[in-house]
């Protein structure tokens, strides 16, 4: 249930999503604003939780963090933080926000793009958990993935998974019983603040309790 005073209201979610990889996994979970931090990533069926809403001036802007299943192993990963990057003087406003990116190419080499420049190296798994990099000037640097969190550990900076975007429908009710779907999605982008997450607006001049079903469809 959506209501406009989020800091007095616990709000509630339906989502129901479905995992395409040769059948199709269709699962539908309560998640709410205060308390989903239940949904760890470990859990052997896919799971969705919100991890920000807000609601301002008619539109309502939510945060969905997918704990879907991946081989990290061939997964290109970011750094949940951010960094300055290099703009040209004339450009007017802040530099852009970078992250620093990781990839696993092919014959055991790997990039790793740090502000605006990409430097390279072998890469070795050497356990379940941990992969062993060595920059081509002879600097070895050791990563730590974590299979609870979704996240690797490198060179001091936490990373998350980049995974495809996903297909999103949207559909609100006042009863749980007739359902309209929101046409107008706006705003779909990644939060990696969150890790594998994507944030999106959708436009609601709310008066009174409403329940929003968010449909995931990804392969």
């Known amino acids: 249930m959506f209501n406009k005073n989020l800091n007095h209201h616990v709000g509630e979610f339906i989502f129901s999503y479905r995992v395409i990889h040769r059948f199709f996994v269709f699962i539908t979970i309560l998640s709410c604003f205060s308390n989903s931090n239940d949904l760890r990533a470990d859990n052997k069926k896919p799971v969705a939780q919100v991890v920000s809403a ?8 939510l945060s969905i963090q997918l704990l879907r299943p991946f081989d990290w192993k ?3 990963f970011v750094s949940k933080k951010t960094f300055p990057g290099n703009a040209p003087p ?8 970078t992250r620093h990116q990781l990839t696993w190419a092919g014959g ?14 072998n890469y070795q798994f050497t356990d379940d958990f941990t992969v062993r990099t060595e920059l081509f000037g002879s600097r070895v640097i050791v990563g730590v993935f974590n299979p609870i969190t979704n996240t690797l550990l490198y060179d001091g900076l936490e990373y998350v998974p980049f995974l495809p975007v996903p297909t999103l429908k949207v559909h609100v009710s006042n009863d749980m019983k007739e359902w309209n779907e929101v046409k107008n ?4 982008k990644r939060d990696s603040d969150n890790g594998d997450a ?7 001049a709310v008066s009174r309790a ?3 079903s968010v449909d995931v469809t990804y392969e």
């Not at 807000?54 to 802007?61: A, L, R, S, T």
């Not at 004339?90 to 926000?97: A, E, F, Y």
């Not at 055991?108 to 190296?121: A, H, K, N, S």
């Open 54 to 61: 807000n609601f301002d001036q008619g539109d309502i802007k």
């Open 74 to 76: 061939r997964t290109r």
């Open 90 to 97: 004339w450009l007017p406003g802040p530099p852009p926000r």
């Open 108 to 121: 055991g080499m790997f990039e790793w793009f740090q502000y605006d420049f990409i430097e390279l190296g």
């Open 185 to 188: 999605i706006e705003n779909l």
């Open 198 to 204: 994507f944030s999106f607006t959708i436009k609601r």
């Open 210 to 212: 409403e329940y929003i």
